[in-house]
């Protein structure tokens, strides 16, 4: 592991599933030593999630990359203060129990900040603190149901459809990780009392980080009294903008956000005269003719091989791309050509495909040292030497169900 941008900063991983453990896979990328803590009775439910290999998590191997795996038990107090033990050295802790169950356990912030008042505390929730479903449990499909996204995602005349990945997760994790960076620059650089060295709470929730994104139909609404409605890959702000299938059976992308793009386009279809009709030239109403901006597109698309179709865009400049399944995408040029998915030597799978740290730092570049450790790997080193815990002692908290 080279000298990553966050070397030096220790992050305490004790949440499950997706939204808060990605954040501290993402931190340990850069530099970061991240302990992850989980139950001894089967540890985080990611390691059985999705897809397997031999009984081993493939997305978990993914998520726990450059983690040291360390068990305590939560339920039992001998735990909750080992739990408080690693906080009082760590400048990012990550939970996601439910804030009841953080008061009774005496892990809210107050209690951890009391001991470390620089730490910075992610404490990611369904809904949010405060509010009558605060105490809710939750998961990314509530939430992209509840954000909006799945309303507006499908055909016009289908149902709402929800996402077949961890996208409100992802925009979770994604929101929260740049709200750590700026709690801790404001902890490291901010005088005065409202700085002076403390860390502060950071409260995510898998709604309102996604309904960010779909904010467009909010202020629809709110200005002219009008719902967006699924439009299948059609979108009002642009046209065209669709999926087209191809002679070969392939499919492609388009884009004409721009207008220059989506005059490009006309004229690479052989339809330049359209450029200077004003129901196509014009943005407003071009969307409204995005019908038959698309029975064009796709007609003389649907005449081309995959390949033929994108010649022709790539030499006009037009915003088209292939639609990719996990083997194209493995296999792209652009994407080999920037080790993208490099293979990373593992103890139990030999070796695995994962994607590279993203971003790319030229000075102090990402690295994956290692893919998801065993349930309580990292026990004897971190219980030894963060905390002092001898080996007779870590033998009685094993007997003792503690970790």
């Known amino acids: 592991m080279t000298e990553g941008a966050l070397a030096g900063l220790r992050v305490i991983d004790a949440a499950t599933l997706a939204a ?3 954040i501290a896979t993402w ?9 992850k803590v ?18 081993i998590g493939l997305m978990w191997k993914s998520v726990a990359r450059n983690k040291k795996c360390v068990t305590l038990n939560l339920r039992l107090e001998a735990g909750r203060a080992l739990l408080r033990s690693l906080t009082r050295q760590a400048d990012v802790v990550i939970m996601n129990l439910r ?13 951890l900040a009391a001991d470390n008042p620089g730490l910075v505390m992610v404490h990611v929730t369904g809904y949010g603190a405060g509010g009558p479903k605060s105490d809710w449990p939750g998961f990314g499909t509530l939430g992209e149901a509840m954000s909006g996204f799945a309303h507006l995602t499908g055909t016009p005349d289908g149902p709402p459809t929800l996402p077949s990945f961890m996208l409100a997760d992802g925009v979770a994790g994604l929101t929260a990780t740049y709200a750590v960076m700026m709690a801790l620059y404001h902890r490291d650089t901010s005088g005065g009392s409202a700085g002076g060295g403390r860390g502060q709470l950071i409260d995510i929730n898998l709604i309102e980080p996604l309904a960010r994104l779909l904010e467009q139909s909010v202020l629809t609404y709110d200005q002219l009294g009008t719902i967006p409605v699924r439009t299948g890959n059609r979108w009002d702000i642009s046209a065209p903008r669709n999926t087209y299938r191809t002679s070969d059976g392939r499919w492609l992308a388009m884009s004409g956000s721009a207008p ?3 005059m490009r386009a006309l004229r690479a279809v052989g339809r330049p005269e359209l450029t200077e009709d004003p129901k196509f030239a014009e943005a407003q109403q071009r969307l409204k003719n995005a019908a038959e901006i698309d029975e064009i597109m796709a007609g003389w698309i649907g005449q081309r091989t995959l390949d033929e179709a994108l010649a022709v865009f790539e030499e006009a400049g037009v915003a088209a791309a ?3 399944d996990a083997e194209q995408l493995l296999d792209d040029p652009q994407l080999r050509a920037r080790n993208v998915y490099p293979s990373v030597d593992d103890p139990e799978l030999g070796s695995m495909r994962i994607q590279a740290p993203v971003p790319r730092f030229s000075a102090t570049p990402g690295a994956v040292s290692h893919l998801g450790p065993r349930l309580g790997a ?3 080193e971190v219980y030894r030497e963060l905390l002092g815990i001898d080996d007779g ?5 094993h007997e003792q169900g503690v970790i």
Do not use: C, F
């Not at 931190?27 to 302990?35: C, L, N, R, S």
């Not at 002692?393 to 908290?397: D, I, P, S, T, Y």
């Open 38 to 55: 989980e139950q001894p009775d089967g540890g985080d439910p990611l390691r059985q999630w999705g897809a397997q290999r031999d009984g």
């Open 322 to 324: 292939p639609i990719y």
């Open 393 to 397: 002692r870590l033998a009685e908290l």
């Open 20 to 22: 808060g453990p990605l």
């Open 27 to 35: 931190m340990g990328e850069q530099g970061a030593e991240v302990i």
């Open 378 to 380: 990292h026990n004897a």
């Open 99 to 111: 804030p009841s169950t953080l008061d009774k356990w005496g892990l809210g912030y107050g209690n």
């Open 260 to 262: 220059s793009i989506a």
